[in-house]
């Protein structure tokens, strides 16, 4: 696909993204925490008295941060202070970049990849673009010339060092199982189905009538491969977000907002606005390498396709596969956003060293043993089959 191809891709990721997902999450943070608390949530901004279950709070929002006084505090370094927030929302925008939501595509002459850039690093683009954000956090804190923004900023940086760490070693077992660092490859490879008790055909005890062994058949997800890494590697994404349970930068009860203390309208938006973005992003990286990406369970591109051109062509059979990929991808995507937002009111704020324990001597040694558990079982599995 030609350069100029990949710009309809971007502006449609950007659209969803940023104007669609980035304000929605405003709104089910509101409703998921009621309904967990037993509470009506947002219901108050309305238009002509249509309140449309909440869902005009994020303009009332956008709106208010508008409008809201810029200021800088006495003695701040103004110039720094205004591009912390964009350094830390910026790296989480273009880190959706690399995550594909789609395969590829072929109708009427032309071919469409769902991926702005199909980088072989992908994996790696999105761990050292997503670092970057730290820096943003950490100027936050010293440019507002506040003792507690300057602890808030300390707080980020050990934290995101802590969990960086953790995050990287966890993801590799994931490497050793697919052999790549694309997520496109990953997505492909995550469509075939592999025989759960498979190995029971080469044990000499079993003998023969093996047959039911080619009904328990699962997807090659992620998930299913290595579901260790799953957990570890989601702990390790919430850590470096911030969020609660990890929210100890901001620690509103200890240092009243931490990094961002000394920031109030649009500035301030951008702060919660990456935030926000991180989710998504994390769902998206997540559901590309654990959960399929954009594959429909038990049923691989070609094979949708194949069935789908009998009845409209082989063009619109494309494009009808490429709608239901897109639309797999994304429900996907937001039942992991739940599932962080579950985890987000459920789970009270750890305190700092809990964070840090939690990350140097649970999350890494579970790491390294899943690195060294996955070698021995490939190197087993390899034996077996020849």
Known sequence: MEVGAY??????????????FAPLMTW??????????DRIGANRADILGIKAIGLLHPIADAIK?????????DGGDRLLHTLAPIIATVPAMISFAVIPYGGSYQAWGAEWDLVVADLDYGVLYIFAVAS??????????????????????????????????????????????????RLTDMGFAQQETFRLLGFVEHLGWVGAGTWWVELIKIPMWGIFLQPLAFFLFLTALMAENKRAPFDIP??????????????????????YMGEWVEVVVISGLMTAMFLGG????????????????????????????????VATFFLKVIVLIWFQQLIRWSVPRFRY??????????????SLANIVITGLGILIIGEIMN
Do not use: C
């Open 353 to 366: 060293d809990q964070v840090m324990n939690l990350g140097w001597k649970i999350l890494l040694p579970l």
């Open 294 to 325: 954009w594959s429909i369970p038990y049923l691989p591109d070609d094979v949708l396709v194949e069935f789908l051109r009998h009845g409209v062509g082989l063009n619109m059979a494309n494009v009808l596969a490429m709608i239901a990929h």
């Open 250 to 271: 901001e620690g509103e009860s200890e240092i009243i907002a931490g990094y961002f203390i000394e920031y109030s309208g649009m500035k301030f938006g951008l702060f």
């Open 7 to 20: 710009v309809p891709v971007a502006l449609f990721l950007f659209a969803v993204i940023a104007l669609v």
């Open 132 to 181: 970057l954000a730290t820096y943003g956090n950490v100027l936050a804190g010293w440019a507002s010339n506040n003792n507690w923004g300057m602890l808030g900023g300390i707080r980020v940086a050990a934290q995101m060092i802590s969990y960086e760490v953790a995050m990287g070693v966890s993801a590799v077992g994931v490497f050793m199982i697919f052999g790549t660092l």
């Open 65 to 73: 941060m508008i409008t809201k006084e810029d200021t800088v505090p």
């Open 28 to 37: 089910v943070e509101r409703k998921q925490s009621a309904l967990m608390q």
